[in-house]
T-cell receptor, first 115, second 114 residues
């Protein structure tokens, strides 16, 4: 099956700093990628849809100025958490749909801890 | 607004049992439904994908069914093993305002004891 990678797998940062997370589709092209957030013992919540070459679409309640998304190529989307605070600590997962079935392939996730 | 619910929230069974996980969704206008497993602290592994026109899919000891009209899907695991212990998530693919989305269920935490 298709492979999606994320980097880093975990990161610890200080409050007020910014953190960038990369999501790559390794063996297929993805014009669309999705970013999710998962809090402990909860399900995945869609944060935003990343579109190659255009602006991302954010879900209601997600601050676009805080979670900056860039989808600069057909294989790379980045999520930057700006001015991170402890409440931003979470597990961030990206996914990309394959064709033609639109089966979703997920990255391994990035554990962000803000101290 | 599409809502996806999974029952039970948690399940503990001895090794060897056959078991059924349930997933229900409120809006039958879906494109497909996907079952995933998630191990603690890990990403998601796709188990089965059922297109809206299909009734079921099978992979090894796993069988998933879909009844779109009633908004239900079940995941059947035969002869459960300790390695099956994980959280199982179902998700439906919808299109909202022109964008495709996956809406996830609440998950079922499965523990299979030896």
């Amino acid at each position: 099956g298709a492979v999606v990678s994320q980097h880093p797998s975990w990161v610890i940062c200080k409050s007020g700093t910014s953190v960038k997370i990369e999501c790559r589709s390794l063996d297929f092209q993805a014009t669309t990628m999705f970013w999710y957030r998962q809090f402990p013992k909860q399900s995945l919540m869609l944060m935003a849809t990343s579109n190659e070459g255009s602006k991302a679409t954010y879900e209601q309640g997600v601050e676009k100025d805080k979670f900056l998304i860039n989808h600069a190529s057909l294989t790379l989307s980045t999520l930057t958490v700006t001015s991170a605070h402890p409440e931003d600590s979470s597990f961030y997962i990206c996914s990309a749909p394959g064709t033609p079935t639109y089966e979703q392939y997920f990255g391994p996730g990035t554990r962000l801890t803000v101290t | 607004k599409q809502e996806v619910t999974q029952i039970p929230a948690a399940l503990s069974v001895p090794e060897g049992e056959n078991l059924v996980l349930n997933c229900s969704f409120t809006d039958s206008a879906i494109y497909n439904l996907q079952w995933f497993r998630q191990d603690p602290g890990k990403g998601l592994t796709s188990l089965l994908l059922i297109q809206s026109s299909q009734r079921e899919q099978t992979s090894g000891r796993l069988n998933a069914s879909l009844d779109k009209s009633s908004g239900r899907s079940t995941l059947y695991i035969a002869a459960s093993q300790p390695g099956d212990s994980a959280t199982y998530l179902c998700a439906v693919r919808i299109v909202n305002t022109g964008f495709q989305k996956l809406v996830f269920g609440t998950g079922t935490r499965l523990l299979v004891s030896p």
